[in-house]
């Protein structure tokens, strides 16, 4: 039976549209000047691979920024604008809940830590339909790795089996998802993965698409 539905974040329920000039405008915000030798630094460690997921602040204060946090604060205000939030999320959510199904979401917080996307699920108008918001660097795991989904479902009082996770990532998200024992939907509305062979349980190309899934399931003797 039913009980959860979980989203992933990024490309999931927002998309982010990278953009060189406000990148830059967001450096500027955060060290409070112009710095073209910050930003070439920046961007061979964060946009590299050298990075290893430490977290942002301790890589900005290696970078020099001399607050890391409020960097992280004022960066974010500029590029907020570059979210784009699903326009059906919100009644999406709703139309779970009205079933009696609870939601949450389970993601990767990287750069930006789980206080952050925090703050974003507020601003978007998202936290009050989210019963769980499970970030990895709150959690100490990363997707797909299977204690943060685990967390959600103690968070939450479900078996993983009651749950369908809905995401874009066929590793991190459905691969994950499925190794503890949750089914999965691909989410197919700002992006196609096609870098795994991984199979999900269902694709979703529009919110009406999980609501229908949904749907199914709740007619399933399983």
Known sequence: ???????????????????????????????????????????????????????????????????????????????????????????????????????????????????????????????PLLDVLVFSDEAGARKPAPEIFLRACSELGVEPAAVLFVGDDLVADVQGAASVGMRTVEALWFRADDSAEIEPDFQAFTAVDVLNIVRRLARSPD
């Open 1 to 127: 039976m039913l009980e959860a539905v979980l989203f992933d974040w990024g490309n999931t329920l927002v998309r982010f549209d990278w953009d060189e000039d406000v990148g830059v405008a967001g450096h500027r915000a955060g060290l409070g000047r112009d710095d073209a030798e910050f930003t070439a630094r920046w961007r061979e460690l964060i946009l590299g691979d050298a990075h290893g997921y430490r977290p942002y602040a301790e890589l900005l204060a290696e970078l020099g920024a001399e607050d890391p946090d409020a960097f992280i604060d004022r960066e974010h205000e500029v590029w907020r604008p570059q979210y784009a939030v699903l326009a059906s999320a919100q009644a999406l959510l709703e139309s779970l809940r009205d079933r009696g199904l609870k939601t949450g979401i389970v993601a990767n917080s990287w750069p930006d830590p789980g206080r952050i996307l925090r703050a974003d699920a507020e601003a978007f108008g998202l936290a």
